[in-house]
């Protein structure tokens, strides 16, 4: 069902309410590490098929909040969670949802790429469809080339799917990560700061497949990187000390942005 | 985190705009003044002057380069640059003309006005208050002040029909006044058009203060 994403009004610069269908809704999302009040009561719209970057200082909780969306949190000891978070209207924290199903639904790509190390390229790609059960052979071999295709990466391992994952570069090792999690077909991918450990061409070619991945799924990248924000994100919300001050349009954030603390952090005059 | 360097760069910046403005400004006036008095060495000197006017601008230009290429700058900051790409090329027409007028002193240095100058001398009046509340609101970032300054390019537009409005009316009844009579047209037509872009620089002001790029005095 559609829901309203508020958009601010680059023209007028009132908020306007633009249709479009929401992938994952959180509620007064709160967050704790411990005593440690990590979010406070994040309530926003993730639209479909768009990316949507998360930014803000070290500490804002931008990462927990990532973690939050797939049930990754709760993993942390003495982590609580509270509020609502429904991914496609279907609330991820009631009772009797399996977190490791979920997590099938909202993938996750780290910052440093993770592949598994005692394993080939192929076996990493299909690790998680066979935990789901695949046996089927040409099956898994079909999942093993789209899911490369979809990352970018079949064209460069298509003749060296035997070799171990941590035999490629950097670049490769994330696209590879990025190629697992899509295996199980996600209707979310989580990226937190997935170009951070890259070098600038990696980085780009990160980029490059993430605006290529929206037009299938729906991203939620953290970045710590303000113009990767801009040049990635259809959609930013800036978080400061566990709140969401602001969401909206990249574009109305990065030239034009409401809230005098994101003016002050994306023009780097704090953080 | 600080942006010592880059706030230093920024308002070096907005000062070398400031100049080039005031140099502008100064280049126009001492152009009408050289009308004024026929003095034709002034506007010889007012010609020459324009070289270095292009120089700040490109001197400005470069500036913007080097921030855009090595600050990433981002919102304000962003805007402020974009607009300053923009405001120096105005200002670098508004010295053209002033250029202008200048050569149009030098072709009528051997022949007298066809009447004397009452309207062209507001214009200019007008136009120097508007360069500089202009300047200022650009430097106070004060968005009110630009938009009562672009509001003043009525009066401009006013005084140039009325100098075309006078000069049909004596070439009507003299033709040999026609190449003189251009003259002041042409000059006229000059302070017009450097009042219209101080407009645009108003323009600019707006969206650097609010972020909104709207036409003034459409």
């Not at chain 2, 001398?121 to 004060?142: K, T």
């Not at chain 2, 000059?190 to 909104?212: K, W």
Request: proline share 4%.
């Amino acid at each position: 069902m559609p829901k309203q994403l508020e958009v601010r009004n680059v023209e007028t610069h009132a908020p306007t309410l633009v249709e479009r269908n929401t992938a994952v809704q959180t509620d007064d999302l709160h967050a704790w590490f411990d005593r440690l009040h990590a979010l406070r009561g994040i309530t926003l719209s993730v639209p479909e098929r768009q990316v949507t970057a998360i930014i803000g200082p070290s500490g804002c909780g931008k990462s927990t909040f990532l973690r939050c969306l797939n049930r990754m949190h709760e993993l942390v000891p003495s982590a609580r969670v509270s509020g609502v978070v429904r991914v496609h209207e279907r609330d991820i924290y009631a009772p009797g949802v399996d977190p490791v199903l979920v997590r099938r639904r909202v993938g996750m790509v780290f910052q440093k790429p993770n592949p598994f190390p005692t394993m080939n390229i192929y076996d990493n790609v299909a690790a998680g469809v066979r935990l789901a059960g695949e046996r089927d052979r040409r099956r898994l071999d079909e999942v093993v080339e789209r899911s490369l295709r979809a990352a970018a990466l079949w064209e460069e391992v298509k003749d060296r799917l035997h070799k171990p994952g941590t035999s490629l570069s950097g670049g490769q090792q994330q696209r590879l990560c990025i190629a697992r999690a899509l295996a199980v077909s996600p209707e979310v991918l989580l990226m937190d700061e997935p170009a951070s450990a890259l070098d600038p061409a990696a980085t780009l070619r990160i980029e490059e497949l993430a605006r290529e991945l929206a037009k299938e799924i729906t991203i939620v990248i953290v970045t710590h990187n303000m113009q990767q924000a801009a040049r990635v994100s259809d959609v930013t919300g800036f978080f400061l000390a566990g709140q969401l001050v602001e969401f909206g349009s990249t574009t109305g954030m990065f030239t034009r942005p409401i809230d005098k603390r994101t003016e002050d952090y994306i023009t780097g005059r704090f953080g | 985190m600080t942006r010592g360097a880059f706030e230093r760069d920024l308002r070096q910046l907005n000062e070398g705009v400031v100049r080039m403005g005031e140099r502008a400004g100064e280049a126009i006036h001492g152009a009408v003044e050289a009308l004024r008095a026929r003095d034709v060495a002034a506007a010889e000197r007012i010609i020459a002057e324009d070289d270095a006017i292009d120089a700040l601008h490109m001197d400005l230009e470069q500036r913007c380069m080097r921030l855009l290429a090595t600050q990433q700058p981002m919102a304000g900051d962003l805007r402020t640059i974009a607009s300053v790409f923009a405001i120096t090329i105005d200002l670098e027409r508004m010295a053209d003309h002033a250029e202008g007028i200048s050569r149009a002193v030098k072709r009528l240095a051997a022949e007298p006005l066809v009447k004397p100058l009452v309207d062209i001398p507001q214009m200019d009046e007008i136009l120097q208050g508007m360069i500089r509340d202009a300047l200022m609101a650009f430097q106070m970032e004060n968005a009110d002040l630009a938009r009562q300054t672009a509001a003043q390019d009525d009066a401009i537009d006013r005084l140039r029909n009325r100098v075309l409005h006078d000069m049909l009316e004596i070439m009507i009844h003299d033709p040999q006044t026609v190449p003189r009579a251009l003259e002041l047209l042409i000059v006229a037509r000059h302070l017009e058009r450097a009042a219209d872009h101080v407009t645009n620089i108003c323009e600019r002001i707006v969206y650097i203060v609010t972020g909104e790029l709207r036409e003034l005095n459409v």
